[in-house]
């Protein structure tokens, strides 16, 4: 039986098994790590993800992965940028599906590096797919979605006793046809979290919407920009309020709106501090 990419991937757990593994699969293929890298501090990244970004031979890295983070790829290793081509488009997916299998093939250590998780809105499930496809090995590394992750810097609970008792995670982003076709009805649930992921562009259709199927328009939200980076940036407002307030802001970036009563706690929990000095950083230097 012909073994799974999966378990051709698999790492060796002795010495004698990857000897074993050596002798029966050549060329010799690391499995491919699609490497969640968090939402932009690099002190989320996970430990096994930085090993991984360690060990890398090459790293084909997205436009979200922030310059903290690909700091840390070794000088010896190569970078390719997966996020937009010289005219400003982005690389299709296919080719870079593509180029992931000619890397593996050549036995070099690939890594793929992708803003937050790569199973969420990340499209590391086609490049999983595409990769399982062509019988190389790979494995998944999570990462911190950034709706975790954003939320969290912006002193935003997902689900706080009272307020939420759920939480959605959307895409504002437009279907290929150009309509942004969500169930409203179930989204405009005054007891839940929104979370939408790319949805800076449909902003005020998304309020428009959730406020004409019955969402309040005093319903707490907030779009947090850049978060967990030293240029994190969030704008509060009403849901009725939010779009004008955003465009006032002039927001660029990465942005992650959220709507629902638990937006109200963050006047109380914003701790974090864009830009301020860590403070492992300032005890530990010196010595
Ligand atoms: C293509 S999706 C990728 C999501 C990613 N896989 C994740 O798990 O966070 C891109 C969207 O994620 C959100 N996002 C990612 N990083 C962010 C950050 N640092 N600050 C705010 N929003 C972020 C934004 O809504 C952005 O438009």
Redesign the pocket.
């Known amino acids: 039986m012909t073994p799974s990419p999966r378990a051709q991937g698999s790492y060796p757990k002795t010495p004698d098994e990857a000897n074993h593994m050596n002798r029966n699969s050549r060329p010799a293929i690391t499995p491919v790590a699609i490497v ?1 890298a ?3 501090d690099p002190d989320l990244m996970t430990v096994k993800g930085l090993r991984r970004l360690m060990g890398a031979d090459v790293v084909v890295y ?1 436009k ?1 992965v ?1 310059d903290q983070i690909l700091d840390l790829i070794p000088t010896g290793a190569s970078r390719i940028f997966a996020g937009k081509q010289a005219r400003n488009h982005h690389m299709p997916q296919e080719d870079i599906n593509s180029l992931l299998v000619r890397l593996a093939r050549s036995g070099r250590r690939v890594v793929r590096l ?11 499930g086609e490049e999983a797919l595409h990769l399982a496809a062509e019988n190389i090995p790979f494995e998944i590394v999570p ?5 975790a ?2 939320t969290a810097y912006a002193g935003i609970p997902l689900t706080h006793r009272g307020l939420a008792h759920s939480v959605r995670f959307i ?3 437009l279907a290929k046809e150009g309509s942004l076709d969500l169930d409203w009805d179930g989204l405009a649930d005054p007891e839940t979290t929104l979370v ?5 562009t449909n902003l005020e259709t998304i309020c428009d919407q959730l406020i004409r199927h019955g969402l309040s328009p005093d319903t707490p939200a907030a779009a ?6 030293p240029d ?1 940036r969030t704008v509060q407002a009403p849901l009725s309020g939010l779009a004008a307030a955003v465009e006032e802001a002039d927001l660029v ?5 959220v709507i629902g009563k638990v937006v109200s706690l963050a006047p109380e929990l914003d701790w974090f501090l864009p830009g301020q000095v860590d403070i492992d950083d300032e005890t530990g230097s010196g010595d």
Not at 224 to 229: F, L
Not at 253 to 257: E, F, S, V
Request: proline letters at 4%.
């Open positions: 969640g968090g939402p932009g997205d979200l922030s992708k803003g937050g998780d790569p199973f969420v809105f990340g499209r590391g990462g911190i979605t950034s709706s992750a954003c895409t504002g982003h939408v992921y790319m949805g800076l947090i920009n850049q978060g967990t980076r994190q970036g990465a942005t992650l709106l």
